[in-house]
């Protein structure tokens, strides 16, 4: 058994592996810090999951990691075990007691090609196996980044804003799903060139009908930007990488149940505690976007954002039956059955 240790006490979980019958080694520094990148969808993790050379991934592992013990959405423990000579199957368990852990049942059991499978072949921490096989069983190639480019806000230091000025700067409170943009916050346009760089592609493509959204929330939260605002740091935004799609249909997509709740599980390593996640780009990338060219249910998706997206504007009307409208439209272009819509609604916070 090999562990790594992420913790800043004695606490539990090494009195566990002290006492534990399973013969226990350390693990080198360098393998160390790789493993400390469990969640990131980053080249060292690869080395963790690919890695044949240094050490035999066939030989039977375990992995003991504590995460902050304050942190009350996370497990505190995940032990990922690798069986037998072939890796024919991968045990995943995650808790916060150490006697849970002991108990040899409630593992999720991974094959090879289900693991390969996952984005970024990034551990689903804190996921429902149900939600992670609807994701396994849906068939489109195409992923989000094939249709918008998704970026990060420009970083415009807090000198350069004021009150009134001639471009508007977005940031992450402004906004929420399909809401108006609250204004308040701009920059002159003498200060841009001190502020950004306006060659940049993030600041050009500010400049076009975009979508935006929040990098902190309980789900994803976006909207439609038509005033050419200036997104902040906090603030993700995507443009059409071609004119053949519909912004709105994008939008309707990106605000669906079914995309919150991918994410959610695909990348549950991005939780920050209190049930928020971190919507990043290169995370939102990876999620799978149906085929909507020549399909009717296209026009239906649209109506019905532009329809919530006037209401919305309005600031008095109830969205909550349109939307869910758009979830049903949604659920219909990934191809999903009655049995996986139950499943999806009721896992929804």
Not at 218 to 245: H, P, W
Request: hydrophobic share 35%; glycine share 4%; with cysteine.
């Amino acid at each position: 058994m090999v562990y790594e240790e992420i913790t800043r006490t004695e606490d539990d979980l090494s009195k566990w592996i002290k006492t534990c019958k399973i013969p226990i080694r350390k693990i080198d520094g360098n393998v160390t810090k790789h493993l400390q990148t469990i969640y990131a969808a980053n080249s060292r993790h690869k080395l963790l999951v690919d890695n044949t050379k240094k050490r035999s991934l066939a030989d039977p592992w375990v992995i003991a990691h504590a995460l902050n013990e304050n942190a009350a959405t996370y497990p505190t423990i995940v032990l990922l075990i690798n069986k037998g000579n072939n890796c024919k199957q991968l045990y995943l368990k995650e808790s916060s007691t150490i006697e849970d852990i002991d108990n040899p049942n409630n593992f999720m059991v991974f094959k090879p090609q289900e693991f390969n499978k996952l984005p970024l072949k990034i551990f689903p921490i804190n996921s429902d196996k149900d939600i992670l096989n609807i994701y396994y069983n849906n068939k489109t190639k195409t992923k989000l980044s094939d249709i918008i480019k998704i970026q990060e806000g420009l970083r415009i230091k807090k000198m350069y804003e004021s009150d009134n000025g001639d471009l508007h700067i977005v940031k992450q409170y402004q906004f929420s799903k399909y809401s108006d943009i609250k204004q308040g916050i701009f920059i002159k346009h003498n200060l841009i060139n001190n502020a950004v760089s306006i060659s940049s592609s993030r600041f050009i493509n500010c400049q076009k009908n975009k979508i935006l959204i929040a990098e902190d929330g309980l789900k994803i939260e976006a909207t439609l930007d038509t005033s050419k605002s200036l997104c902040q740091g906090g603030v993700y935004f995507g443009t059409l990488k071609n004119s053949v799609y519909n912004i709105k249909t994008i939008l309707g997509i990106l605000n669906s149940k079914i995309l919150s709740v991918l994410y959610e599980n695909l990348f549950s390593g991005m939780h920050m505690g209190g049930g928020y996640l971190r919507y990043r780009s290169g995370y939102l990338n990876e999620l799978p976007f149906p085929d909507i060219i020549n399909n009717k249910t296209e026009n239906l998706i649209i109506d019905k954002v532009t329809s919530v997206l006037e209401l919305k504007q309005k600031n008095e009307f109830d969205t909550t039956t349109l939307e869910q409208e758009i979830d049903r439209l949604v659920y219909e272009l990934y191809g999903l059955t009655e049995e996986d819509i139950e499943i999806v609604e009721g896992s929804v916070k």
